[in-house]
């Protein structure tokens, strides 16, 4: 026999066999709808309790089935042009339905203007693609979800709960017209089990959840409310915990003076392309990533920037990305920041974005590039505390215009990777990093045209990899590199310093030494290698088109060159005497030099204790 709130549908030959009396006993003996094809519509009157209809037919009134209270499986209403209304399980066409055990879908009616829906069980509710829906009233069960979509003149939704306030999930997205959404009316929902999206309604200014402090407390999923320009007031003002990823996007916030009682969310926390103001003072713990990106206007925080530093402690599980935003989007409510377990990101942002301390400890890297503004009283990027950085630090191309240079990073002691200081147009001093005493990766110092010297790099003894300081416009010295011992890999200096003074500490460069690296557009001011007191031991050593340097006076220490010894078309050199002290070189490379005597250059080659490769010298005088 039929399962219970099953319906039978009659084919054509119910009617010709003439069963039909039987077929009639039958669906009232077990209390089921009969739905009949159009052959066989005469198997059941149309006025009886228990007739659906004609199948495939275009239904106007669900009034004959006002005494159906359960479906065992799914119900489908779909594609009728002139059902203008419909209730299920509330007043109206299909009251007395209190359960479906599967899925309801309502899609396609071009007539539905009105439809509430209340039927415990279902495992979802979808209400899809009616062109005509106004006003959508449901309530959900706390396993089940409901997907309200692509309606075009929708303007007015409200859900409640099923199962003692608590829901499943809710996803409501691409309907044009909505204005006003209600969740927990009218009764309370405190919870619910999975997600809560409301995706893409470009008129949706109003999310109301519940009566004061009868709102929602806790989502278990995501909870993303995103697109359009609609201004959302106020929405969550209980909500407590986030376990899945919360993301508030291209939006008009307003919370006023009221903060945001957020404490926890256990996924990623995006704001992205809002206005308004939010208030997290609450927030605790971020288990994912933190985005705040693209806001103009945005008032991310406490309401006094002076409170900040009194904020309690934030945990950010992974990466923090702070991007484009203008000048006045202020992103306070990271100032109780502690410690990062992924990367940090601050790129293409207005003046003042961040003025506030952040970390005291990166565990990835850091990477400050191409903010703009005019500030000269903060720090650029809230730094302040933060004593250690476990990948690489990178300040590229940023318009800011530092007070103290990069005074912010004083309390900064160690880097897992290596330290760029590029393009910063107005950047004139490196005070602020005399707290490292070794970078592991490689050090790169350059195009900053109003840097005048290295100064700030004082405690400085070990660089990893490489070198590189060139094409700072108005750099006239090395001073601040003097604790600087040892370079792993290749040192390449460059712009217009006269000597290498600054550099006395230097003993040993594990790739290649450029005095002057002819790739700076800059012309080589060096007129001496004054400065290298302390120079024993390179891989290469490479002078090339220096058309300032007399002389190698300054080099006079260098012992050991344990590959080539390169010196090419320096026009006014006219001594290499400086490095009779060389005891070991592989190759020798001495071209092109229209100052230097040929016989210098073989003098030196010949007072040389081990030449073990190729000796070229032509070119010169």
Known sequence: SPARGSSCKVP????RSGAAAELVALAEKLAIPVATSLNGKDSILGGHPLSVGVVGTDLVDLGSLDCLCEIGGDLVVADNAGLSTLALGADGSMGALARVGGEVLVEGNDALSMLSAAPSGSSALLVTGNATLESLSVGIGERAEAVVEDNPLLTSLSV????ENTVGSLRVEDNPSLVRAKLGWPTDITAFEGDVLFLDNPLLDDIEDGSPGGGVQRIGGDLVVRGGDGFVDRLFLDLVAVEGDFEFSD??????????????VGGDLSLVGLRGNIDFRSLASVGGSVTFRDN??????????????????????????????SDDAWAYFLCGLEEGTGDVRVHDNGDDVLTTPLLRSVSGSVSVVGNSGDSAEEC??????LDAIGGDLEIRW????YGDGLGCLGGLGSVGGGVTIEGNSR???LVGLGQLAAVPGSLRITYNDALESAAGLEGLAEVGGSLFVYENASMVAYEGLGALESVGGAVYLGGGPADLVGLGALREVGGTFAPWYY????PCALTSLAGLDALDTVYNFWLLGCDTLASLDGAESLRHVESALTIESNAVLASVSALSGLQDVVDVVITDNPSLETADAEALVAEIDAVTGAVTISGNK
């Open 296 to 325: 103009d206007g945005l008032y991310a925080g406490w309401r006094d920037m002076y409170e900040c530093q009194e904020a309690d402690p934030v945990s950010v599980g992974g990466n923090l990305d702070i991007t484009g935003n």
């Open 398 to 401: 940023n318009g800011l215009a």
């Open 251 to 264: 939006i008009f916030v307003s919370y006023l003076n009221e903060p945001f009682p957020l404490q926890a």
């Open 160 to 163: 409640w709960a099923l199962d």
């Open 12 to 15: 054509a030959r119910g009617w």
């Open 380 to 385: 650029p990027f809230g730094a302040e505390r």
């Open 519 to 522: 790739a700076d557009s800059q």
């Open 427 to 429: 950047l004139s001093t």
